[in-house]
């Protein structure tokens, strides 16, 4: 059974720095494809970054030179490092994970595993 499950959420100040984990079982992170979407309320879901089974990085336009995604095999762990944050980075944010080895990573329908969601709340 593939699980994912997101923490290190919190409510942080504005230029402040977050790290949040994905913890991975049943499945190798470092062997799929792997994602990191947000939503705000009211809002669609929306790509932050994700890391092809080929290694392959991207990044939204939005968070490039702030955010760093990264798999750490060791301990079969994903995660997004924050830097800068901002106001507009407030939201859920959930990790996701795709086995099979076909498309890109950023669309949210490529992904059949979710985690929970973990919460980021950004203050000025």
């Known amino acids: 059974q593939v699980r994912v499950s997101e923490s290190g959420g919190d409510l942080v100040q504005a230029g402040g720095s977050l790290r949040l984990t994905c913890a991975g079982s049943?499945?190798?992170?470092?062997?799929?494809?792997m994602g990191w979407f947000r939503q705000a309320p009211g809002k669609e879901r929306e790509g932050v970054a994700c890391?092809?089974?080929?290694?392959?990085?991207t990044y939204s336009d939005s968070v490039k030179g702030r955010f760093t995604i990264s798999v750490d095999n060791a301990k079969n762990t994903l995660y997004l490092q924050m830097n800068s944050l901002k106001p507009e980075d407030t939201g859920i944010y959930y990790c996701a994970a795709r086995e099979e080895r076909y498309g890109g990573c950023w669309l949210s329908d490529e992904y059949d595993n979710w985690g929970q969601g973990t919460q980021v709340t950004v203050s000025s």
């Open positions: 890391i092809h089974w080929s290694d392959t990085i």
């Open positions: 049943g499945v190798t992170l470092g062997d799929v494809t």
